[in-house]
Nanobody
Framework: QVHLVESGGGLVKAGGSLRLSCAAS????????VGWFRQAPGKEREFVST????????IYADSVKGRFTISRDNVKNTVYLQMNNLKAEDMGVYYC???????????????WGQGTQVTVSS
């Protein structure tokens, strides 16, 4: 079983930056994809980005390309989401999730963290 703990959320002004962390523990982490999803109030949870832990392959939603960067630290077993030039529409609860399959679809992900709130003020 994989255990995920997010951190790094907070309040930031539009145009600012935040870095989210997802600390992972469990067996065979190198076989997993770790994704970030977000959910704004009253909206469906949506895909943001994912990284393949072994090869480091990355995929981004069109809405965050060029502003967000996903990465992983194999020593700390942590996946990061660097978010730059934040916009009001980026606000929501950010979740990290893990699965051994690549997907942009949340239902494919078996393990989830508890989420961290990102608030963007104008």
């Amino acid at each position: 079983q994989v255990h995920l703990v997010e951190s790094g959320g907070g309040l930031v002004k539009a145009g600012g930056s935040l870095r989210l962390s997802c600390a992972a523990s469990g067996p065979e982490l190198r076989t997993y994809w770790v994704g970030w999803f977000r959910q704004a109030p009253g909206k469906e949870r949506e895909f943001v980005s994912t990284v393949g832990w072994s090869a480091g392959s990355t995929i981004y939603a069109d809405s965050v390309k060029g502003r967000f960067t996903i990465s992983r630290d194999n020593v700390k077993n942590t996946v990061y989401l660097q978010m730059n030039n934040l916009k009001a529409e980026d606000m929501g609860v950010y979740y990290c999730a893990a699965d051994q399959r690549f997907s942009r679809v949340e239902s494919f992900y078996e393990y989830w963290g508890q989420g961290t709130q990102v608030t963007v003020s104008s």
